[in-house]
């Protein structure tokens, strides 16, 4: 499939280098100029040209920002943004003593439904989910698409009874969906303990796998060490 991201950042990469040879372009023809009056109305032009340019070399790197860490599909945080976030707001969390959650969510039926409707309604399924993700939690909260059909959830600040809360939502919100057909959410969520993130992740990672390999259409809950609830 052509690559339209990566034609965008090959772009991007090469204005530089443009930019510094049409500086020294300028400063060439400048040194030809005889006139003061005209060499300084020459100066003023290139100025604002510089101007102009360098603002648009700071657009592109904004851009080229979002490109690195969003799916283009969905509109989410892409896996490697999910990564920045949940490393900040571990650090985050331990400083402050605060609560930590994270969600993992994988579409159940969603090959049958690819299977049956095909890879273009399959991707308007996946960007509808990204829409109502999105809007089933909080501002402060980040929402991200792993690629494929799973999507991570960081919820900084949110205790048990907060999460459970959000985790309804955000089901609620997925089955509001037309053209979901009968594909439903296997949910995994834990609170942080003072640990890497990535055994933070694998153990989130097991709830969700438990919930699949027993049907899917759940959220199990670790709330402690020895126990486990699910909504």
């Known amino acids: 499939m052509f690559n339209k991201s990566a034609l ?41 040209g510089f101007m102009l340019v360098i603002n648009k070399l700071a657009q592109d790197r904004r851009k080229l920002l979002q490109l690195a860490t969003h799916d283009e599909l969905t509109g989410l945080g892409n896996f490697k943004a999910y990564q920045e976030r949940l490393r900040c707001e571990s650090q985050r969390a331990l400083r402050r003593h605060n609560s930590l959650t994270l969600i993992l969510v994988d579409l159940d039926k969603f090959k049958h439904y690819n299977d049956t409707y095909g890879h273009r309604l399959g991707n308007e399924l996946l960007h509808s989910a990204g829409q109502v993700f999105r809007d089933a939690v909080r501002t402060m909260d980040g929402v991200y698409r792993f690629g494929g059909d799973e999507f991570a959830f960081v919820l900084p600040e949110t205790n048990y009874e907060e999460a459970c809360s959000i985790a309804k939502r955000i089901r609620q919100s997925f089955e509001s969906l037309p053209n979901r057909d009968s594909v439903t959410l296997s949910m995994g969520m834990a ?12 153990r989130v990672d097991h709830l969700l796998y438990d919930v699949k390999a027993s049907g899917g259409n759940c959220c199990h809950f670790e709330y402690s060490e020895t126990s486990m609830a699910a909504l």
């Open 191 to 202: 609170i942080y303990k003072d640990e890497p993130v990535e055994k933070f992740f694998d």
């Open 8 to 48: 965008k950042y090959k772009r991007f990469k090469h204005r530089p280098f443009l930019f510094g040879i049409g500086c020294i372009l300028c400063i060439t023809l400048l040194q030809g100029i005889t006139s003061y009056w005209l060499r300084t109305a020459s100066v003023i032009l290139m100025a604002v």
